[in-house]
């Protein structure tokens, strides 16, 4: 099991910062993927930002260029990932989940982890 705690949302107004946190801890395997999505009232859950363990990045188009995900390495069973979002806008506004996936060795599935979300409203 993984328990996935983030931290660092709020208000803040447009063209503002801010910088989110989602410390994972348990079983993390070493073949893991970390991301956050974004979920907006009435919304699907979609993804900002996502980080392998061995470091491989994506970006959702809005937020390509303004917003940076990073995280630490693996260490006494657990893992912080972090979201830099700069020149923050109005439609960023949302539920910021953060998501770990666990890859099963010699194996196509994965077990999936989320954390109870972290609210980021963007005041124009």
């Known amino acids: 099991q993984v328990q996935l705690v983030e931290s660092g949302g709020g208000l803040v107004q447009a063209g503002g910062s801010l910088r989110l946190s989602c410390e994972a801890s348990?079983?993390?395997?070493?073949?893991?993927?970390m991301g956050w999505y974004r979920q907006g009232p009435g919304d699907q859950r979609d993804l900002v930002a996502s980080i392998t363990g061995y470091g491989r990045i994506r970006y959702g188009d809005s937020v390509r260029g303004r917003f940076t995900i990073s995280a630490d390495l693996i260490k006494n069973a657990k893992k912080t990932m972090y979201l830099q979002m700069n020149t923050l806008q109005p439609e960023d506004t949302g539920v910021y989940y953060c998501?770990?996936?666990?890859?099963?060795?010699?194996?196509?599935?994965?077990?999936?982890?989320w954390g109870q979300g972290t609210q980021v409203t963007v005041s124009s």
């Open positions: 348990g079983n993390i395997f070493n073949s893991n993927a």
């Open positions: 998501k770990l996936d666990n890859f099963r060795p010699a194996s196509d599935m994965k077990d999936s982890y």
